[in-house]
C-alpha cells in the first residue's frame, strides 16, 4: 500500500467518531424555537446515527417540517426521508459525499444542516454549507482556519452551548477525546467572563511578531487592560460577543519562540 493510500486509510479511520445521543441532545435543547417549521438535512448520518434517532423521535415536538440524511459509501448508498412518522429508504447515485450532486441538490431544498461531518474534511465542508443555517460538531483548532476565522469575526458563525469529549467508535466502545465544541450559525446567548485578574508587563509580555499580549489561560485575562490580547484558541467556547471582539489569529513568538496558535482579542 502507498503511502498516499495508508495516509487517507488512516483519516478515514480517525473520522469515524460518532456522537452520542445525549450530547445532542443537551446541545439541540437550545434551538428548539429556531428549528420549528424548518426543513433539516443531516448530511453524514445513516439510518444508525444518533442524530437521526433524535429528529425522528423528536419530529413532532420539534414541530420540523422536513427531515433527509445521506451519508457516504462508496459501495453505494441511501437517502432517508421521514414522511408521517416512517423512514423512507431509497437507494441513490454516487457514494452520498456530502459534496457529491445528490446531496448537493438535496441542500438546495434544506433550511438547516445537523451532523457531525468529518473532522480531515472540516474546511472544504464549511464552504459547502455556509450558506445554509447550520449546527455541527467539529474540532476547537477550526477556530483558526483562514476560511473559518473570518466568518467568526463578522459574526456569522460562533460556537455552541455545550462541548463533547466522549464519542462512540464503529466498534461500539465509547472514547474520550479532547475538548471538541459545537459550531453553528444560530444565536447562542453567553455570560460574560467573569475575570479578577489584573495586568501587569511581567506576567503578559507582549509578541515580538504582533502588537499583543499573551494570556497564558483563559482565566487569566486581566479585568484592566483595554489592548489586544492573545488568548488559547479555547477562549471561543467562553466567547461573550458583548464583552470582547475577535480581532485576528496568529502563530506568536514569545521570547525567540513560537508557541501555540492564539486568537487575538480586544476588549469592546
Not at 438546495?108 to 480531515?120: G, L, M, Q, R, Y
Not at 463578522?154 to 479532547?178: A, Y
Request: net charge positive; glycine share 6%; hydrophobic share 35%.
Amino acid at each position: 500500500m502507498s503511502n498516499v493510500h495508508f495516509n487517507q486509510s488512516k483519516v478515514a479511520k480517525n473520522d469515524e467518531f460518532y456522537t452520542r445521543l445525549e450530547d445532542i441532545e443537551k446541545e439541540l435543547v437550545y434551538y428548539r424555537p429556531y428549528l420549528k417549521g424548518k426543513k433539516v438535512y443531516c448530511n453524514c448520518d445513516s439510518e444508525a446515527s444518533m442524530f437521526w434517532s433524535y429528529l425522528t423521535t423528536n419530529y413532532e415536538s420539534l414541530g420540523l417540517k422536513g427531515l433527509i440524511a445521506t451519508h457516504y459509501d462508496r459501495k453505494g448508498t441511501y437517502k432517508l426521508d421521514y414522511k408521517n412518522g416512517q423512514t423512507i429508504k431509497t437507494v441513490v447515485s454516487g457514494d452520498g459525499s456530502y459534496n457529491s450532486p445528490v446531496s448537493l441538490d438535496i441542500l438546495k431544498e434544506a433550511d438547516i444542516v445537523i451532523t457531525n461531518p468529518p473532522f480531515s474534511l472540516f474546511r472544504d465542508y464549511i464552504d459547502t454549507i455556509k450558506h445554509k443555517d447550520f449546527i455541527i460538531v467539529g474540532s476547537i483548532n477550526a477556530v483558526t482556519y483562514k476560511n473559518i476565522f473570518p466568518m467568526f469575526k463578522t459574526g456569522q458563525i460562533r460556537t455552541g452551548h455545550t462541548t463533547l469529549n466522549r464519542f462512540i467508535t464503529p466498534e461500539g466502545t465509547e472514547v474520550s477525546l479532547c475538548t471538541i465544541p459545537w459550531f453553528t450559525t444560530l444565536p447562542v446567548d453567553r455570560p460574560k467572563l467573569e475575570l479578577t485578574a489584573t495586568y501587569n508587563p511581567t506576567d503578559y509580555p507582549t509578541y515580538s511578531n504582533y502588537p499583543a499580549i499573551n494570556v497564558g489561560k483563559v482565566k487569566d485575562i486581566p479585568s484592566d487592560y483595554n489592548g489586544l490580547m492573545g488568548v488559547p484558541v479555547n477562549f471561543m467556547i467562553k466567547h461573550c460577543v458583548s464583552q470582547f471582539k475577535v480581532v485576528d489569529t496568529v502563530r506568536p513568538i514569545l521570547k525567540g519562540k513560537a508557541i501555540y496558535q492564539r486568537v487575538i482579542i480586544e476588549r469592546i
